[in-house]
Every structure is written in C-alpha cells, then in structure tokens.
C-alpha cells in the first residue's frame, strides 16, 4: 500500500509528479483513497419515454442524430441537434467546439450518448454530452466511478476514463484479502461492516447499486470514526491537563448592571446562555464555549456581562477582534456601559501610539484596566496581565486554535474562553469541526425587529433598482453596495470594485461615496470606513472586506452585485449588515440573467427566509462542508473524503458515540485492534493515543 504511485502499470514518473502535485497522491494507498465523486450506471441505456422528473442523474442512451443546426452569431453561437432512440426525440446542444462536432458525426450512424438530461422547453435535453460510436461487440460497463479531476490534469490528457484504468490496475496487482484492515475487528462485527478490501473495490469499480451501498457505508464510518477519536481524544487531554479560574461570585459590576444600566430584558435566550456560561465557570474546569448567534441577536452583551464575572471574581477580561473597526465599535459599546458602574476600559489596537500603548501595558500589568478591547496586538508579547480570567473572541473564523493557545499562555491558569461567531453552523458539525468546543446558541432575536426585504434582481431592472436607492438616500438612509472578490486576480477584483465606484458616483451624482476594498492599507481602509459610519459618506462601495461585525444602523440597503458567486452564509453576513435600526431595510441580490436553476435555488433560498440556522444547513447542503468558512483555521484541519456531515448525520452520532465507547473503557478492544487504531490514526493525523490514559 505504501509503494510509490509511479511503479504501478501506466503511471510512470511524469504522471506520478502530475498525481502528486494536484491530487496530492503519492503512494497505492493514495490512489485507492480517492473516491470517485459520483458513479454512473452504464448498465442498460434508458429510452427516451422513461426519463422523468426535471433533471435527471447522468444516463446513456442509444440512437441516431437526424439534423445539425448552428444558431446565433458570434459568442452566443451554439449546435444543436436531434437524436432520436427509434422512438421519441431528444435535443443536443453545443455551445462550443461547434465546427470540430458539426463534422464529427454522421448521420444514420449509431451512437451512445451519455449525459445529464434536463427537461427544457417542453423537450429532453443533453448539453454536450460524452458521445460514442455503438459497438455491440462491448460488454455493457456497468457502474462506473466518475472521478474529480482539476483543470491541470484534464491539459496533461487525465479523464475518468484514465482514472478507472489506473484504479483498475492497482486493484488487479493487489490481493485484496490481503490489504491491511484499518478497523478493530470489535467494531466491524459490531456495525456490521464489509471488509476494507472488499469496500474500496466497491467504491472503483461496483458490482452492483448494493455493493456501492455497503462500501460507502464502512468507508463513511471508518471516516468519522477516525475523526471523532482524534477529537474526543484531544478535549480530554486538554479537560485533563487545564485548571480554570473558579468564579463563583456574581458580584457588584454584574448585579448594577443587571439592574440599573442594562436599557432593555434580555431575551430568553440570552439568559439561558448567560446561565450555561456560569455554570461552566463555578467548576473549576476550563471553559472553552462557541457562542452561535445570528447577527444582531445580542452576542456582545452576553460577552460583556460574562466579562463582568470575571471582574466581579477579581480577574480581567479580553475581548478581541479581528479587525481594528470591530474593536474601535466594541470599545464604544462596551465603554458606555462599563463607565456607568466605575469599571475601566481601554482599546489596544495596531494604531496606538507609542506612549498610549505604555499607559496600558502598565495598567494591564498592575490590573488597574478591567477590561481590554483589541485587535491581534493584545496577543502580541509585550501585553501582560495581572489575571486574565476570561478572554472573549469575536468572529471565530478569523482566529485560529494556535491564536486562541497564545491567549492561553498569557496567565497562570488558563482564561475562560468565549468564542462568538455569526457563521452558523449547525450543531452536528459545530461538534465535530470545532470538537474541543461547547457549544451555546442564541436563537432569538430581540423582540422588534422588522425583517429585512430580500430581492432578486437582473441587469436589466438596474434603473428601478437605482431609484430605490434614491429614495433611501433622500429619507436621509445610507447604503451598502458590495462587490465580490475574485481570489485568483486582485488586480481584476480591484478593477470591479473600482470601476463600480466609477458608476456609482456617475449615477448618484451629488451624492458622497467611501470605497474601500483588499489591497488598500489597513489605515486607509479605516478611515474610509469610518467616513461612512460617522455619516460623512452616504454610499459604501465594497469588497467583501465589510462582511463582519461593522454596525451602522442608518444603513436600510445592502446591494450585492454578481451575488451568484457568493456562497449563502456570506451572502447572509452581508445582509446582516442592514436591518441594524429601526427602519425597514432591503438586501437586493443582483445577478445575471442567465444563472443555473442550482443558482437560482440557492439565491431564491435567501429571498425565503432570513433564518441563518436554515441557511447555512441549505448552503451546507449544497456546497459540502469542505467549502465552509472557518473549517480550514479551525486548527483541525481535515477533509473528508466519502462523508458529509451534513447529509451523515446520523453516522456522525453512531461513530461519535463508538469513540467514546472506547475511551471511556466501555467497550474493550484486542491488543491487535488497539495496534490497528493507532497506526490508522498515525496515517490520518501523525498521531496515536497513549492508551495508559484511558481509563
Ligand atoms: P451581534 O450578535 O450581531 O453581535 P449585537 O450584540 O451587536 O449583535 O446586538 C445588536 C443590537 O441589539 C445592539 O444594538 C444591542 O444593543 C441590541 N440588543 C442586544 N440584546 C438586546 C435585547 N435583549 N433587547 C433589545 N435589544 C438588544
Ligand atoms: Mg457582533
């Protein structure tokens, strides 16, 4: 298994550098691990009269073409042409490539056509499907894996074609009764599993819809399995290795605040929060809690009454956020409430001056400052505490674990840690990405508020969409106009945003426009941005630099422009933006016509529900977990190969609850098996678990 991919049968060392560099497959084991994304069944061809339903999975039909037609000119040029099975017609559309295919096929002459039919315009269509001569003398394929290829590997002459031979040939060198098991055979017997060798076959090259089934089903498990050990094992190293400050008090600065200062009643769920993070604080274990809460639901003043606790015990308290705007905004807020009781502020950030950043590192050290707002300077070495009790941590994705540790190592015994974020995620996943976190949710919004509008807009409703605006501007409100980033070219992502900024101040002549965007100085950005918060500025244009935590409530319009190419959750985060007064606010998608029926049930998902918890489970489901913000920083950087913790749920439970089996001694395993845990999880995280520890 652990031979090198190049010695095997049509590899070589070419391909083998290609493999390596691109899909990260360096050995036999490698290559049986990638999974194909999907798999066809190329075992009987469908008649036209029996598709069904809108879309279809991919399918081959046999028959003839009849006619070829080019339509359109230029650009908008496409092929089309009819296909019939002897029975009913069907049509296929090119919109490249046109003149090498109209001269490709001959008419009368059988083909198979393989694709993915799509029901428009009253017909049956296939666009450019893959096409074959018939040959009866070929045995019918069965299923066969299609596998994810990149645009290098598809240039060096890779297909899933070449992916089934290579596949097929390393299964046909190897004795598969022979592949070494990676599961205790305790838990094979217990859950039923096919063995290691059988499900990888199973996955390439599947006898049947069945053997697919089980091979799935053992590979899945053994996924998460492997995940949710690594994970439990690491949460109770560290529950084992951590002491945290044991607050019992609720004390002054807690109780006047309460009573005397706080404007309006917490909402049920802030008090259920409140009363999860006490608890985890009289324990004497170290909290380490993930505050979901969609935007504008009240995280802060959790944070800040949690704060209070800590100050109430004696010890200080951190907020930090990730950007300097954030921290200015939290220092103000948090600043108007704390004066009211006598307890002290201050906001470290990159732009403190010298003799500032002095005067607080002194009052830091002699614990004259209760409280510390920030940006990533508080981690920075010169900071010291005289106690820091609770650290809170705004916008979780911004701050990995190796940052949340060097917070950690500022004070004796470790601060609790109080993680927001607005990225919601649901719960099953929250546990596993962010493992070593409890988790609280406010999922109540202060009473009040009046739900944000969400539109759906094309190019050519721009004017209407314009006058809006005007209106807004003229009731005296402010607006956000964002446009996307474009990871692969800073240079073109500037010219969006700037070439927006153009028009804008063409089209709202008279009216005073802020732009910020990436690749401006962090100074600059902010004082652009603070422009448009004090007011001076009354159109924001944007990169998603805006996406977090910025609170300007005489903003009501937030327009999005290309919002197809945003994902849902960041589009949810920039609508959160708006809807922050008292006003009746607007988040208006814009898009290109043509958008795929996936892209108009993604953005048609936003114009139904402003819910963040259904949002980020339908974006979850659409675009798998691997693309959700935060998993990469979250410090357990994984990826999964045949899972989705979305749509696995339920395995997700059962292997989370196997891993605890073991650790906790309930279920007692084989010196062999222990032997073949460890050297599985050395293969999947470089490391294995000292099992005197477990108990
Ligand atoms: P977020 O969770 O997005 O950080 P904030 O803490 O900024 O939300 O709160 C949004 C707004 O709601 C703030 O103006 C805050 O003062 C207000 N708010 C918070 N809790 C309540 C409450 N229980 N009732 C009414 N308004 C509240
Ligand atoms: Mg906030």
Redesign the pocket.
């Known amino acids: 298994m652990d031979r090198d991919i190049k010695y095997l049968k049509g590899v070589g060392d070419a391909r083998a550098k290609i493999l390596a560099s691109e899909l990260d497959i360096h050995t036999f084991r490698d290559l049986l691990y990638y999974f194909p994304s999907r798999h066809v069944d190329r075992s009987k061809f469908y008649h036209i009269r029996d598709l069904y339903g809108v879309e279809m999975p991919y399918i081959q039909i046999r028959g003839k073409f009849l006619n070829f037609v080019k339509e359109g000119e230029g650009r908008k040029q496409r092929l089309t042409a009819a296909f019939t099975d002897g029975d009913r017609l069907c049509q296929v559309t090119w919109f490249s490539k046109i003149q090498t295919i109209a001269g490709m096929y001959r008419p009368g002459v059988e083909y198979v056509l393989f694709g993915k039919p799509s029901f428009k315009f009253n017909a049956w269509q296939f666009v450019h499907p893959e096409i074959e001569a018939y040959d009866p003398s070929r045995p019918p394929e069965g299923f066969r894996g299609i596998y994810g290829l990149t645009e290098i590997l598809r240039k060096r002459g890779f297909t899933s074609r070449l992916m089934q031979t290579l596949t097929s040939n390393l299964l046909n060198t190897l004795s598969l009764d022979k592949i070494p098991e990676t599961l205790p055979a305790e838990i094979i017997k217990e859950r039923n599993l096919i063995p290691l060798g059988k499900a990888l076959l199973g996955m390439h090259r599947p006898e049947s819809p069945a053997h697919l089934q089980k091979a799935m089903e053992r590979l899945k498990f053994e996924e998460l399995f492997y995940l949710e050990l690594h994970i439990l094992e690491f949460s109770r190293k560290r529950n084992l290795q951590l002491k945290g400050h044991v607050l019992t008090k609720v004390g002054e600065a807690f109780n006047r605040f309460y009573s005397s200062v706080l404007p309006?009643?917490?909402?049920g769920a802030?008090k259920r929060v409140l009363r999860e993070i006490r608890e985890d604080m009289r324990t004497g274990r170290q909290m380490n809690r993930l505050l979901q809460?969609?935007?504008?639901?009240?995280?802060?003043?959790?944070a800040f009454m949690t704060m209070l606790l800590a100050v109430d015990n004696g010890l200080q308290a951190a907020l930090m956020a990730p950007t300097e705007i954030l921290a200015a905004q939290h220092a103000v807020?948090l600043e108007e409430w704390a004066s009211r009781i006598g307890v002290k502020v201050a906001l470290l950030t990159g732009s403190t001056r010298v003799a500032e950043r002095r005067r607080i590192a002194e009052g830091l050290k002699s614990g004259e400052i209760s409280i510390i707002v920030g940006t990533h300077a508080l981690i920075e070495d010169a900071v010291e505490f005289r106690n820091l009790g609770v650290a809170v941590i705004?916008e979780q994705h911004r701050f990995g674990v190796a940052q949340r540790a060097r917070l950690w190592s500022k004070s004796q015994t470790a601060p609790h840690v109080l993680v927001?974020t607005?990225t919601p995620i649901p719960r099953t996943l929250a546990m596993t990405v962010y493992g070593d976190l409890d988790v609280s949710v406010?999922d109540e919004l202060?009473?009040?508020r009046k739900p944000i509008q969400t539109w759906l807009r094309y190019d050519d409703n721009r004017n209407e969409v314009y006058r809006h605006v005007w209106n807004e501007l003229r009731a005296g409100r402010q607006v956000y106009i964002v446009y996307p980033l474009i990871s692969e070219s800073e240079k073109l992502d500037l010219k969006s945003a700037e070439e927006g900024y153009q028009r804008i101040c063409e089209i709202f002549r008279g009216v005073s426009v802020s732009l910020v965007h990436g690749r401006m100085k962090p100074a600059e950005k902010d004082a652009q941005m603070q422009r448009f918060v004090s007011g001076e500025t009354r159109i924001l244009v944007a990169t998603t630099v805006i996406e977090v935590?910025v609170?300007v409530?005489n903003a009501s319009v937030m327009i999005i422009e290309n919002a197809e190419r945003f994902g849902l959750s960041q589009l949810h985060q920039l609508r959160?933006r708006v809807g922050?007064g008292a006003d009746l606010s607007y988040c208006i998608l814009m898009s290109k016509h043509q958008i795929s029926a996936d892209t108009k049930k993604r953005l048609g998902i936003m114009t139904e529900t402003t819910d963040g918890f259904l949002i980020s489970e339908a974006d979850l489901k659409l675009r798998g977990p691997g693309d959700m913000e935060g998993t990469q920083q979250s410090g357990l950087a994984f990826s999964l190969k045949v899972s989705n913790l979305a749509r696995d749920g339920q395995i997700v439970a059962v292997a989370r609850d196997t891993a605890s089996r073991i650790l906790d001694g309930r279920m007692l395993l084989m010196p062999d098996s222990i032997a073949v845990i460890n050297r599985e999880l050395g293969v999947r995280f470089s490391r294995s678990i000292d099992w005197s520890r477990i108990s």
């Open positions: 309006f009643p917490l909402t802030q809460g969609d935007v504008g639901s009240g995280k802060t003043l959790v807020t705004d927001m607005a406010i202060p009473p009040g935590g609170n409530p959160g922050r």
